[in-house]
């Protein structure tokens, strides 16, 4: 994330579209999406906001079975992340199925939960950065020394973001785990079992859009412009160096993505 995460703050709180993004620390399919996700968030930066609902993707592999990709046990995984890999361009470390499989993707939803305790840009970098623990170096994140680890590296790098004393308390306590259930209602709410998953209206607005799964960067702003079509991006950019500076960190296929004239 960039070192200036005021715009973040920014965007939450001026934003004329607001999006709600449905996802979790351990979908593939939503760290597929970043590279058009985050070109929209930057495209149209201070006239969106948003805010993550995590959707506990799994409880647990005694209760996790999902028909579509006829996946029910952790090895079955695997492949499906090689196809996200594939199709999306994005770095995945699918031999984290077969070398240490998650158990459950709680952990890491609850831990994202205490991050947002601080503040939606804690809960922003902290979901980038638990997802880059996964996806790009393939860490466990059921396992709480992992998530910790990932809240003391955010909190050294950006101590004005997160609190690590408070996020340490707030990992282990009930405000963070009420919130995550919060997030499992609304999921429930909207019959939701895929993801990711973005609903957008304009603010004060009860109608909006709704869009399941990994879609084109097309897609996402053909959503926007049905419910907001006088939103104007901002000049489309072509330096990758100003780009990467803006998020911190970026992959590859996210430069290229951003790069991309539609």
């Known amino acids: 994330m960039a070192k200036d995460e005021n715009k973040f703050s920014d965007i939450q709180e001026a934003g004329s579209v ?8 351990l979908c593939c399919w939503s760290w597929a999406l970043e590279p058009q996700w ?15 609902r995590m959707g506990g993707l799994i409880p647990n592999w005694d209760s996790f079975n999902d028909p579509m990709n006829a996946i029910s046990r952790p090895l079955q995984m695997g492949p499906l992340w090689m196809e996200a890999k594939y199709i999306s361009g994005m770095p995945l ?34 979901l980038r950065r638990v997802r880059e623990a996964v996806m790009l170096h393939g860490q466990n994140i059921a396992r709480w020394e992992v998530l910790q680890q990932v809240g003391e590296e955010l909190s050294e790098e950006n ?21 995550f259930e919060e997030d499992l209602k609304q999921v429930r ?18 109608k909006g859009v709704k869009i399941v799964g990994y879609r084109p960067y097309q897609a996402l702003e053909e959503a926007l412009h049905a419910i907001a079509p006088d939103l104007q991006p901002a000049p489309h950019t072509t330096d990758e160096t100003e780009y990467r500076r803006y998020w911190h960190s970026a992959t590859a296929r996210e430069v290229e993505e951003a790069l991309k004239q539609e």
């Open 18 to 25: 607001e999006v709600v993004y449905y996802t979790d620390p």
């Open 38 to 52: 985050r070109k929209l968030r930057f495209m149209y930066r201070g006239k969106i906001k948003w805010q993550y």
């Open 93 to 126: 470390q699918d031999k984290l199925w077969y070398e240490d499989p998650p158990a459950s993707s709680f952990p890491a939803c609850i831990a994202v939960k205490a991050a947002g305790l601080q503040s939606g840009v804690a809960a922003e970098n902290y």
């Open 159 to 179: 101590p004005e973001i997160l609190d690590l004393d408070r996020f340490q308390e707030d990992l282990s306590g009930q405000e963070a785990r009420h919130a």
């Open 189 to 206: 709410l909207h019959g939701l079992s895929r993801f990711p998953a973005l609903t957008m209206r304009r603010a004060g607005e009860d």
